[in-house]
């Protein structure tokens, strides 16, 4: 009888270390495949990811744009979505979020936009940016509302694209709360969850982009695997699980982001809703304006790419005027100071 007892046990004590190990692996093949591509600066003491193209004439001086990626992502997403569309004009600083990419989590409360905000802001004046307009996508609005707030002396116009910024009736998949729960999530996340997450990704995918067709390839080129490592599982679930209470707390703030700001929207986005986040976003940012393209879902950034960089453009000659990034590339201000690495793997 104890041996029966063992054995019931034993096997499910064996599958989950099995199913650890398979994560385990996935993740260090993910990590050889998807190396980082950019620069490491420290930020109170967090490692953060960033990759940066300054234009040929302007260099460090030039107005920069800084690129906050959603959930479930990093920043080879904004990267395949603007990088060439907006070389040679501005200061291009595409960010891995803490917890994403290759950045490193930090603080326990690092899931909250507002420490996400300040490490971002606090890299950008590492590296020497000293005005910017802050473009984000999905989650990454919920940064870009709290860089608006928090640093109203660097950021000086905001993009939302598709943003998730407001609360919202009801909550989120299932499985973003049992990765996030506070004893069993990281075991979850650790092993069966980056395996079956493998599995729907593809038809994940399809649905995040719907009613319109991801691009060829969209997986491979933004390095969809590193999700899967169990750490970064975890640090995405936490982030989208809590997400709500966040921006609840949040909202009677808005009213205080006083910069000019653009909010792209899709009227067929089923992942967040228009009607409250975007439309939450224009009633409570004083300058704040409307754009709503018909027919897009979540993903504009990649299926209206030309209409999104010209709303990024206009409200850049808003804030900047036409031949700010020329002027900028005038000026002699030294471009601060940073603890830096430069990080192997594609240019």
């Known amino acids: 009888m104890i041996t029966v007892t063992l054995a019931i046990l034993l096997v499910p004590l064996l599958l989950l270390a099995a199913l650890a190990l398979i994560a385990l692996r996935n993740g260090e093949a993910a990590e050889a495949r998807y190396p980082p591509n950019g620069t490491f600066t420290r930020v109170e003491g967090v490692r953060l990811h960033h990759v940066e193209r300054a234009p040929p004439s302007g260099g460090r001086e030039a107005p920069t744009l800084v690129f906050v990626h959603g959930a479930s992502g990093n920043l080879r997403d904004t990267r395949l979505a603007f990088e060439e569309a907006l070389a040679g004009r501005y200061r291009l600083i595409f960010v891995d979020r803490p917890g994403?990419?290759?950045?490193?989590?930090?603080?326990?409360?690092?899931?909250?936009?507002?420490?996400?905000?300040?490490?971002i802001g606090g890299l950008l004046d590492a590296i020497g940016v000293r005005r910017a307009i802050a473009v984000g996508h999905s989650w990454g609005g919920a940064v870009v509302a709290q860089l608006g707030l928090l640093r109203p002396d660097l950021v000086e116009g905001l993009v939302f694209i598709a943003p998730a910024t407001h609360p919202w009736p009801g909550g989120v998949d299932w499985y973003y709360d049992a990765a996030a729960a506070p004893v069993l999530g990281p075991l979850f996340s650790h092993t069966l969850a980056p395996v079956v997450a493998g599995q729907v990704a593809p038809r994940a995918i399809g649905s995040v982009f719907a009613p319109e067709a991801a691009p060829d390839g969209y997986a491979d080129a933004i390095g969809l695997d590193l999700l899967l490592r169990p750490a970064t599982f975890h640090a995405n679930a936490r982030d989208v699980a809590l997400l709500k209470g966040e921006v609840a707390a949040a909202v009677s703030d808005y009213p205080r982001i006083a910069q000019p700001a653009v909010v792209i929207t899709g009227d067929k986005d089923t992942v967040v809703y228009p009607d409250i986040h975007s439309a939450g976003l224009v009633r409570d940012l004083p300058g704040a304006r409307l754009v709503t393209l018909a027919g897009a879902g979540h993903m504009p950034h990649h299926t209206r790419k030309a209409r999104v960089v010209a709303e990024i453009e206009a409200l850049a000659s808003q804030v900047w005027g036409q031949d700010a990034a020329r002027d900028a590339g005038e000026e002699s201000a030294g471009v601060g100071t940073r603890e830096a690495e430069t990080a192997k793997g594609r240019p």
């Open 100 to 119: 994403h990419g290759h950045s490193e989590r930090g603080p326990a409360d690092a899931h909250r936009p507002a420490v996400q905000a300040r490490l």
